[in-house]
């Protein structure tokens, strides 16, 4: 569940044509949503969280673009909402697993807000790309994506299409696993020209297209309990 981004927005407006890609991003959101209102009796704990995270996400997405559109610079939303994304999936993610591991997991959420705090005030800036906060937190939610899903493996689940969180690690995996490396090099991209950002932001999008239908699978299993 990305954000849209003020440089795709802008240059597409400028060229007449808004980037497809960013905007059909943005409208994905809406299937976890609906596939959470579907089953949303059934919400309890971290999907319960999950849901509340793609409404979030979903509102960060509507007013990223109307300030992009209004050709305002909306790279300060994304500065914001690392800590949030970060904290919500972590949440999620660890209520998979056992206790002790579970706490571990939890505890890194304050201590990568206290990093994020340093880094925008002495690193990063709020007019770019945060390529520091969030490269480290895609890295953390693939490690712990990875270990989730060793640790349904491990388990021995009897169909891991019918449990939730096989489809919720398994979209943070692909989404953040595959875009990493364009958390760190936007800056260096947009550096370069606009038309690489662009290129690379569009793949992105793709991958949280595919990434949300995951978010919406792991909401329908609760009906197929």
């Known amino acids: 569940m990305p954000l849209l981004l003020y440089e795709q927005l802008v240059v597409g407006a400028l060229a007449m044509s808004i980037p497809i890609y960013p905007i059909l991003s943005g409208l994905s959101g809406l299937l976890p949503i609906a596939a959470g209102i579907y089953v949303l009796r059934l919400l309890r704990g971290e999907m319960a969280v999950l849901f509340l995270y793609s409404v979030v996400a979903m509102i960060a997405d509507a007013l990223l673009f109307v300030l992009a559109i209004r050709g305002v610079n909306n790279l300060w939303l994304i500065h914001i909402?690392?800590?949030?994304?970060?904290?919500?999936?972590?949440w999620v993610l660890s209520g998979r697993s056992q206790p002790p591991v579970k706490k571990a997991l939890r505890l890194t959420i304050p201590f990568f807000a206290g990093f994020w705090v340093i880094a925008v005030a002495l690193i990063e800036q709020t007019r770019q790309f945060?390529?520091?906060?969030?490269?480290?937190?895609?890295?953390?939610?693939?490690?712990?994506?990875?270990?989730?899903?060793?640790?349904?493996?491990?388990?021995?689940?009897?169909?891991?299409?019918?449990?939730?969180?096989?489809?919720?690690?398994?979209?943070?995996?692909?989404?953040?696993?595959?875009?990493?490396?364009?958390?760190?090099?936007?800056?260096?991209?947009?550096?370069?020209?606009?038309?690489?950002?662009?290129?690379?932001?569009?793949?992105?999008?793709?991958?949280?297209?595919?990434?949300?239908?995951?978010?919406?699978?792991?909401?329908?299993?609760?009906?197929?309990?």
Not at 81 to 90: A, E, K, S, V
């Open 130 to 225: 945060n390529t520091i906060s969030g490269s480290i937190k895609a890295t953390l939610l693939v490690l712990a994506a990875i270990y989730i899903l060793f640790e349904i493996n491990r388990q021995g689940a009897a169909s891991l299409l019918k449990d939730p969180f096989f489809w919720i690690a398994s979209a943070v995996l692909l989404y953040f696993g595959a875009t990493v490396l364009v958390y760190a090099l936007s800056n260096v991209l947009l550096n370069i020209s606009n038309k690489a950002l662009r290129l690379a932001f569009s793949f992105k999008s793709i991958i949280d297209i595919v990434a949300n239908f995951l978010y919406a699978g792991g909401f329908l299993c609760l009906r197929r309990r």
């Open 81 to 90: 909402f690392t800590p949030i994304q970060y904290g919500f999936l972590l």
